[in-house]
């Protein structure tokens, strides 16, 4: 049975830093893309950063770029986003993707604070 389940969230403050966890189950998250993505109270999902299966190659929304990593632990079969210089935009609910089979988390929770 496929499951991701996010972890990591929390309330944080501007500037502040934060790791979530993606952990993986029922699949190798080395064989597939990976990704993260947020939503915002009353705004649309929105594409966070990528990581591709082979190459472990990276990609960012343009507005994380420079603040926000996205790595993978193939041996702990998981994928985490690491987050710093947090801004109040960047309040909102984090998901795990699978893309290959639309997989997705339930997804956690992180607030900024100002």
């Known amino acids: 049975q496929v499951q991701l389940v996010e972890s990591g969230g929390g309330l944080v403050q501007v500037g502040g830093s934060l790791r979530l966890s993606c952990a993986a189950s029922g699949f190798t998250v080395s064989t597939y893309a990976m990704s993260w993505y947020r939503q915002a109270p009353g705004k649309e999902r929105e594409f966070v950063a990528g990581?591709?299966?082979?190459?472990?190659?990276?990609n960012y929304a343009d507005s994380v770029k420079g603040r926000f990593t996205i790595s993978r632990d193939n041996a702990k079969n998981a994928v985490f986003l690491q987050m710093n210089s947090l801004e109040p935009e960047d309040t909102a609910v984090y998901y795990c993707?699978?893309?290959?089979?639309?997989?997705w988390g339930q997804g956690t929770q992180v607030t900024v604070s100002s």
């Open positions: 993707n699978q893309a290959r089979y639309n997989y």
């Open positions: 990581i591709t299966s082979i190459s472990g190659r990276t």
